[in-house]
């Protein structure tokens, strides 16, 4: 992808440069189109620093309800990163939240982003971190897979498989 975008951005630098009667208009595009291009490439490598392992839900007999995913987020990056958003397949919606143990009971607090240690772990589970799938639509039997595409600040987006267990 940052190759094809540098060879994008060169030939529209050619093209500009052909058809430019002033000088700074033909240098502003490819300075530009460097920017982007390694812009691109930082983020590629961000994401190799980053890694989920164990993304699993609960296998359920019927569409229209909640479910919680719960995964392992591995950072081996110097500094720290967000979870910001979640899409699968199976689901009309997701939340990212947390368990608030304030006064009472335990409560499910919706969060707008789940923070990611640097050079750390941080286990998603059901009485902590979570990201609740939101309007299953189907039915999940054990032993199938589904892909998830989980968003990043930093990171950007990282495509995973989630297990359906019993």
């Known amino acids: 992808m940052p190759f094809e975008r540098g060879l994008h951005c060169a030939v529209a630098c050619r093209n500009i440069k052909c058809n430019s009667v002033k000088y700074g208009s033909w240098i502003a595009l490819p300075l530009f189109c460097l920017i982007s291009t390694f812009g691109v490439m930082r983020n590629a490598v961000a994401n190799e620093s ?32 967000a979870l910001l958003r979640v899409r699968c397949p199976v689901a009309n919606f997701s939340e990212r939240h947390t368990v608030d143990r304030g006064e009472g009971a335990p409560a499910m607090r919706s969060i707008s982003n789940i923070p990611v240690p640097a050079k750390g772990t941080l286990e998603l589970k059901r009485d902590g971190y ?10 999940l039997t054990p032993g199938e897979t589904f892909k998830c595409a989980v968003v990043f600040q930093k990171a950007g987006t990282i495509e995973t498989e989630v297990q359906v267990q019993k």
């Open 130 to 139: 979570h990201v609740m799938l939101l309007q299953l639509r189907q039915a």
């Open 50 to 81: 980053l890694a989920i392992v164990d993304a699993r839900v609960a296998a359920v007999d019927k569409a229209g309800g909640d479910l919680p995913l719960t995964m392992t987020i591995k950072n081996e990056a110097d500094s720290a990163d």
